[in-house]
């Protein structure tokens, strides 16, 4: 009874109180300020040429780099990681406003840029309160993410590197033009991009970035500064007002958190700044209590939602270090162990599983045409942050985030690490994923909880699913998202029961559907039987409850065994009951995989050079055309195996995934 008075309590305050104190005072308060005025509130009285000198010197050393890190040293290792001539080629097309967004390609957003526009659906939202707005629009299908994916400002990277390359001052100045013209065409409040406080907050961290770029440039006149700082306090009051506390805090309170210890040590000598920070540090630890797992698995139970908050995590814990403050050691330890789980559910070839949810999401992208499904990066941050030489070499090779973060002093440690071994077999029980590895085959199940304590949020329906990787190509897949908003029926396709590769009963999902991020119920309460790992074979078995609501309840228990040297996949399947059911179990294959059926229950698939002879001891094979996103707003085709069987449970069966091309004297 208390915990729910308390969260009335916050949700009136936050939802209600704050969001209208904000509408009706404080936005006209903070907007109303003239630059000087402005000037005297954040720093004190004097000229504001004066003022802004003595920011500029005593923010010097607040964030990871700042022109005078501009090194030939620094300069030479970040074209390690990235060649000179695409930093410069990336830079270029923002100086001609073209973006990649979101899936698109490469595309010419006109002068000046249309912020409240998806330019793919061709969707404007109007420049009202943005407490008035639709942002989802499921009438008119569109994508809020796009404009959002645009005002997020990673831009200010990839003109701040080429910048630092070059000197040339086209890009400070075209960093300057992109933001006047957004502050123009955003007045606070006002349009889609102050419809949430995660965007003002990653925008934010963002433009901080942009301003240790370009601080120095000759061609942007204090007036510029001025206005630019201005718009970052109303930033900060903004999230301050708008704070996204929900029934069960997610990613975007992480990231409302993380934009005031952005602003609250970017303004750390004002009354607002230090309140910022406080607040920040504080709830920054408990939602690492809170929405991380002991074992380190993001509660959301999502690969991609999983790198993004530990990105959120650990750029606020680098750059509370930098600044002398100090995170309790249960923080830096689960920080820590979240990076394990990272290395192991990447793959020898840097690849990922699909599960849950993808958007592209991403606090920094220092490259516009990076790979949004390569985690490494968060494992070379993690070496270099916890002295790893295991995340060192599950990296591959020198990241320019950790160049970012660490300056030339990370490139010299983490050349020093030395002696990693690779990843094994790992269970990580409080997160619910297991990791099946051998030489050349990597397998990740799930036999946890569907996602954010019982909401469902970006955890899919894939309960004892599994993704299986081998010999360098991923074979048996998850669907992956493709959409949210922009096509509602493919979005509930792709987070349901029949898009990954476990069983369906009775045509039922998992968890019934209670919108686009929300399931009615998580009754699944999974189980883990066994949990065996050797040398030689790894083996799960778990079940879960999600069938008992029917009218004749069903329990689906499942055994996974992996041969590791075959790679031979051995999968036993019980539905436990009585009654009468219909059942059908799923195995997706990546796109290009040709499948053939030999008979009934028997299929044989080739996947690039290798080939696989599935078989089924029960039930009969079909092959169905399906869709797989490898990232958000791409689809292409891909074929699905389908065991079906009806009749009278109990019922148990064996699927048999067999390398043809192995050493076959291995025990099975």
């Known amino acids: ?18 969001p209208a104190w904000w509408d009706r005072v404080q936005r006209r308060r903070a907007t109303a300020l003239s630059g000087a005025q402005f000037l005297r509130v954040f720093a004190g009285a004097g000229s504001p040429d004066g003022t802004l000198r003595s920011f500029h010197v005593q923010s010097r050393y607040r964030f990871f780099f700042h022109p005078r890190n501009r090194k030939d040293f620094f300069l030479d290792t970040l074209t390690l990681t990235q060649p000179y001539e695409s930093i410069l080629a990336e830079a270029d097309n923002v100086l001609h406003n073209r973006f990649q967004t979101l899936g698109s390609e490469l ?37 809020v993410k ?5 005002s997020r400002f990673h ?37 889609v991009n102050w419809a949430v406080a995660m965007e ?11 301003y240790y770029f370009f601080c120095e440039s000759r061609s942007l006149p204090p007036q510029f500064w001025t206005r630019f700082l201005k718009s970052l306090y109303v930033h900060g009051e903004f999230i301050w007002h708008h704070l996204e506390y929900a029934r069960v805090n997610g990613n975007h309170f992480l990231s409302d958190i993380v934009g005031l210890i952005y602003l609250g040590i970017f303004f750390q000598d004002t009354p607002f700044g230090r309140k910022w920070l406080s607040w920040g540090v504080k709830n920054l630890e408990a939602e690492m209590r809170f929405q991380v797992e002991p074992d380190g698995v993001d509660f959301e139970k999502s690969t991609a939602y999983h790198r993004l908050v530990l990105e959120l995590f650990m750029s606020a814990a680098l750059l509370l270090r930098l600044n002398k403050r100090q995170l309790s050691p249960l923080f830096m330890q689960r920080l820590e162990r979240m990076v394990e789980y990272v290395e192991a559910y990447v793959r020898p070839d840097g690849s990922i599983p699909l599960i849950g949810d993808a958007d592209d999401g991403r606090l920094f992208r220092l490259s516009m045409q990076e790979d949004f499904n390569d985690h490494r990066h968060v494992l070379g941050v993690g070496a270099i942050l916890f002295n790893r030489p295991d995340f060192a070499a599950a990296a591959a090779e020198f990241h320019q985030e950790v160049l970012w973060y660490f300056g030339g002093e990370g490139f010299e440690r983490y050349r020093m690490l030395h002696g990693g071994t690779p990843p094994g077999s790992r269970a990580f029980m409080d997160g619910g ?3 099946m590895r051998g030489p050349e085959v990597h397998v990740i199940v799930d036999a946890g909880e569907i996602g954010q304590r019982g909401r469902g949020g970006h955890g899919h329906n894939d309960t004892l699913g599994f993704e299986y990787w081998r010999r360098g190509s991923p074979v ?13 029926q493919a979005r509930q396709e792709f987070r349901s029961t029949r898009s990954h590769n476990t069983v369906m009963v009775d045509g039922k999902e998992i968890a019934e559907f209670a919108g686009l991020w929300k399931i009615v119920n998580d009754t699944t309460a999974p189980r883990v039987v066994r949990w065996q790992s050797d040398d030689e074979t790894d083996l799960l078995e778990a079940e879960h409850h999600g069938y008992e609501r029917l009218p004749s309840p069903v329990i689906h228990r499942r055994s996974i065994t992996l041969k590791k040297r075959s790679g031979r996949l051995t999968i036993d399947d019980s539905c436990l009951g009585s009654g009468d059911h219909s059942l059908e179990s799923y195995l997706h294959w990546y796109p290009g995989t040709t499948l053939t059926l030999q008979d009934a229950r028997t299929a044989v698939a080739s996947v690039g050079a290798e080939r696989y002879i599935i078989t089924a001891s029960d039930g009969a094979w079909s092959l169905r055309q399906t869709w797989y996103s490898r990232r958000y707003g791409v689809r292409e085709p891909k074929q699905t195996l389908v065991l079906s069987w009806t009749g009278r449970l109990p019922v148990s069966w064996r699927v048999v995934i067999e390398p043809l091309n192995h050493d076959k004297t291995e025990n099975r």
Not at 1 to 18: C, D, G, N, S, Y
Not at 162 to 174: Q, V
Not at 200 to 210: K, S
């Open 155 to 191: 831009q200010a990277w990839w003109l701040g590197k080429a910048y630092w390359l070059t000197r040339s001052e086209r890009y400070a100045e075209k960093f300057r033009d992109l933001v006047e013209d957004w502050i123009e065409q955003n007045p606070p409040g006002a349009g």
């Open 107 to 143: 595309v010419s957003l006109g002068d000046p840029i249309a912020w409240q526009r998806d330019f793919k659906s061709g969707k404007e939202w109007p420049l009202r309160p943005a407490s008035e707005l639709d942002i989802l629009d499921l009438d008119q299908p569109s994508d």
């Open 1 to 18: 009874m208390k915990q729910r008075i308390l969260r009335t309590v916050r949700a009136l305050l936050h939802r209600i109180l704050l």
């Open 433 to 435: 994923y297991f990791v």
């Open 476 to 488: 048996i897949v998850d669907s992956g998202t493709y959409a949210y908003t922009f096509d509602v």
């Open 200 to 210: 003002a907050a990653i925008r934010a961290c963002n433009w901080i970035a942009g």
């Open 146 to 150: 796009v404009p959002w994916e645009l």
